[in-house]
């Protein structure tokens, strides 16, 4: 097309042609906010994931850590460098939001800048020598920060490799950036004709990598120091006879030894159900009046958690018996408690009647239960509160009277999530975010318990969820046993989310509330 030749109308195109490159060159004011918005979000991330990992520094010189002190020594300096070297490089990054500012305007610290500067972060990251730039730099620093974290100690190496790579180049279509060396397409791409608030977004975004990187090494570190072999300062003798009640011509023998405790570790010991307090030694001394005549039978059972820090239950039975001159024997058959709501009832054996089974009448003195006949000198018993049930038993000619206490069922010991048959950490631990995700239901259960058939259900529990994907800690209260009503949370976790699963609360067989006091926690890589 051929330039007019009145001075008027080339004014008049030029001018044309300038407020085009204006309009093409604008960024609305509502993209500045919303890379505001981002970058304001990052900025509360980052200072939430600081205090996090300031607190886990404290901790490692808790009280309840002094145990541990070998642990310790080790551990906490490691955590203490990866933030002094993730402190450094978040610093840097900061100097360069400094400096960005002040490229684009800003005369005073907090004043105001040109937000909306296409040609700022291109000057201060682009220009310069091949290999000198301020976007070389900041590649090289970003490249190198992972490389460091290494140089602490050979055990963190592992966790390290899982850090996401901060200099990964993202895709493009500008067929310029391939003649490039690595770090200054990585630039171009990032800072390029980028507004000054959007640079400042991005280089927000990098400290916010950092901080997640840092928390999740500086757990790792805390997680080590109680996943130690548990150190032996007691011994005791150990002693079982093989019967406490022998008649003349039987023979009779004790099986002894040696063993190790650890007064410290303080294991949860349970007779029959029934927690029972351990002394000095870390010993727990089960003490009973043997008040009616019978073969009877204490379950053992031991939770404790093993050197690897897993959560173990082991149980064993002693049996012995109760013995009178002559008469009615009355005894439980499993325990020495009725429980509201056993499954089948709660059974009990009759013997030594003088007009044999058929002769034997038991009534309900006092206490809330009820009992019903199963079989010849068997009974079953049904209990619907706590306290002493007092039983009346008549074979015709004698009569006795039995008091048995009634007592709930113990809360469940054991908590796990499932949803996938092989999920590799159902008590919590270190999962991968994809497999925690698969998973939708929680269970509960008392394993080791003398009566079988005792089943749990649970009525409601909380989760929460806070690290990467979460600004700050967010709980949310489930009912029922699903995760349906957290499938928006538990959509937004990532590598580096922890989740914490607490107050569970279940129902028993006599749909009584057991509060437990177990945790399970997941962190997620």
Same mark, same amino acid.
């Given at each position: 097309?051929?330039? %007019?030749?009145?001075?008027?109308?080339?004014m008049i195109n030029i001018m044309y042609l300038v407020l085009?490159?204006?309009?093409?060159?604008?960024?609305?004011?509502?993209?500045?906010?919303?890379?505001?918005?981002?970058?304001?979000?990052?900025?509360?991330?980052?200072?939430?994931?600081?205090?996090?990992?300031?607190?886990?520094?404290?901790?490692?010189?808790?009280?309840?850590?002094?145990?541990?002190?070998?642990?310790?020594? #080790?551990?906490?300096?490691?955590?203490?460098?990866?933030?002094?070297?993730?402190?450094?490089?978040?610093?840097?990054?900061?100097?360069?939001?400094?400096?960005?500012?002040?490229? /684009?305007?800003?005369?005073?610290?907090?004043? %105001?800048?040109?937000?909306?500067?296409?040609?700022?972060?291109?000057?201060?990251?682009?220009?310069?020598?091949?290999?000198? *730039?301020?976007?070389?730099?900041?590649?090289?620093?970003?490249?190198?920060?992972?490389?460091?974290?290494?140089?602490?100690?050979?055990?963190?190496?592992?966790?390290?490799?899982?850090?996401?790579?901060?200099?990964?180049? %993202?895709?493009?279509?500008?067929?310029?950036?391939?003649?490039?060396?690595?770090?200054?397409?990585?630039?171009n791409i990032y800072f390029h004709m980028t507004p000054s608030?959007?640079?400042?977004?991005?280089?927000?975004?990098?400290?916010?990598? #950092?901080?997640? /990187?840092?928390?999740?090494?500086?757990?790792?570190c805390y997680s080590q120091i109680n996943s130690i072999m548990?150190?032996?300062?007691?011994?005791?003798? #150990?002693?079982?006879?093989?019967?406490?009640?022998?008649?003349?011509?039987?023979?009779?023998?004790?099986?002894?030894?040696?063993?190790?405790?650890?007064?410290?570790?303080?294991?949860?010991?349970?007779?029959?159900?029934?927690?029972?307090?351990?002394?000095?030694?870390?010993?727990?001394?089960?003490?009973?009046?043997?008040?009616?005549?019978?073969?009877?039978?204490?379950?053992?059972?031991?939770?404790?958690?093993?050197?690897?820090?897993?959560?173990?239950?082991?149980?064993?039975?002693?049996?012995?018996?109760?013995?009178?001159?002559?008469?009615?024997?009355?005894?439980?058959?499993?325990?020495?408690?009725?429980?509201?709501?056993?499954?089948?009832?709660?059974?009990?054996?009759?013997?030594?009647?003088?007009?044999?089974?058929?002769?034997?009448?038991?009534?309900?003195?006092? @206490?809330?239960?009820?009992?019903?006949?199963?079989?010849?000198?068997?009974?079953?018993?049904?209990?619907?509160?706590?306290?002493?049930?007092?039983?009346?038993?008549?074979? @015709?000619?004698? *009569?006795?009277?039995?008091?048995?206490?009634?007592?709930?069922?113990?809360? %469940?010991?054991?908590? #796990?999530?499932?949803?996938?048959?092989?999920?590799?950490?159902?008590?919590?631990?270190?999962? @991968?975010?994809?497999?925690?995700?698969?998973?939708?239901?929680?269970?509960?259960?008392?394993?080791?318990?003398?009566?079988?058939?005792?089943?749990?259900?649970?009525?409601?529990?909380?989760?929460?969820?806070?690290?990467?994907?979460?600004?700050?800690?967010? *709980?949310?209260?489930?009912?029922?046993? *699903?995760?349906?009503?957290?499938?928006?949370?538990?959509?937004?976790?990532?590598? @580096?989310?922890?989740?914490?699963?607490?107050?569970?609360?279940?129902?028993?067989?006599?749909?009584?509330?057991?509060?437990?006091?177990?945790?399970?926690?997941?962190?997620?890589?």
């Amino acid at each position: 097309m051929a330039l %007019p030749k009145e001075p008027r109308q080339k004014m008049i195109n030029i001018m044309y042609l300038v407020l085009t490159a204006i309009l093409a060159l604008n960024v609305s004011s509502e993209i500045l906010n919303a890379f505001k918005t981002i970058d304001e979000s990052f900025g509360k991330s980052n200072k939430g994931l600081a205090e996090r990992s300031e607190k886990l520094i404290k901790d490692f010189s808790d009280d309840s850590n002094k145990q541990f002190a070998s642990k310790v020594a #080790i551990w906490k300096p490691r955590a203490e460098k990866v933030k002094e070297i993730s402190e450094n490089l978040f610093n840097q990054l900061e100097t360069l939001k400094t400096d960005l500012k002040k490229e /684009s305007g800003q005369k005073v610290s907090n004043g %105001p800048f040109k937000e909306d500067d296409l040609e700022a972060a291109t000057r201060m990251f682009l220009n310069g020598s091949a290999g000198q *730039t301020k976007g070389d730099q900041l590649f090289g620093m970003l490249s190198q920060y992972k490389e460091e974290l290494k140089k602490i100690d050979n055990t963190l190496e592992n966790q390290v490799n899982t850090l996401p790579d901060f200099t990964s180049i %993202p895709t493009s279509n500008n067929n310029a950036l391939s003649a490039m060396t690595p770090a200054q397409t990585w630039a171009n791409i990032y800072f390029h004709m980028t507004p000054s608030v959007a640079a400042l977004a991005i280089l927000s975004k990098f400290q916010n990598d #950092i901080r997640n /990187s840092e928390t999740q090494l500086i757990e790792y570190c805390y997680s080590q120091i109680n996943s130690i072999m548990i150190p032996i300062n007691k011994f005791g003798v #150990i002693a079982n006879a093989s019967s406490t009640l022998v008649m003349t011509g039987d023979e009779f023998s004790i099986t002894a030894g040696l063993g190790a405790y650890n007064n410290d570790t303080r294991p949860i010991i349970t007779i029959d159900g029934a927690n029972v307090p351990l002394n000095a030694d870390g010993q727990a001394i089960y003490k009973t009046i043997a008040s009616n005549p019978g073969d009877y039978t204490k379950h053992i059972t031991i939770s404790y958690k093993d050197p690897s820090g897993e959560q173990k239950t082991t149980s064993t039975d002693i049996k012995y018996k109760v013995g009178v001159p002559a008469g009615l024997a009355v005894s439980t058959d499993a325990t020495r408690v009725f429980y509201i709501g056993a499954p089948g009832g709660n059974q009990l054996s009759v013997s030594g009647a003088a007009g044999g089974a058929g002769a034997i009448k038991i009534n309900v003195v006092s @206490g809330a239960a009820t009992v019903s006949e199963s079989g010849p000198g068997s009974y079953k018993v049904i209990t619907s509160a706590e306290g002493p049930i007092t039983l009346s038993v008549s074979d @015709g000619k004698t *009569t006795s009277k039995v008091v048995i206490p009634s007592k709930k069922l113990p809360p %469940p010991t054991k908590v #796990i999530l499932t949803g996938t048959d092989n999920f590799s950490h159902p008590n919590g631990g270190v999962v @991968g975010a994809g497999e925690f995700k698969l998973q939708n239901r929680l269970e509960v259960s008392l394993p080791g318990f003398i009566l079988e058939g005792v089943n749990y259900t649970v009525s409601s529990f909380k989760m929460s969820f806070s690290g990467k994907g979460f600004a700050d800690t967010e *709980t949310i209260t489930l009912k029922g046993a *699903t995760l349906s009503g957290a499938t928006a949370l538990m959509n937004r976790c990532t590598s @580096g989310t922890s989740v914490i699963i607490s107050d569970i609360i279940a129902l028993d067989a006599a749909k009584t509330e057991q509060r437990m006091t177990n945790t399970i926690g997941f962190s997620l890589k």
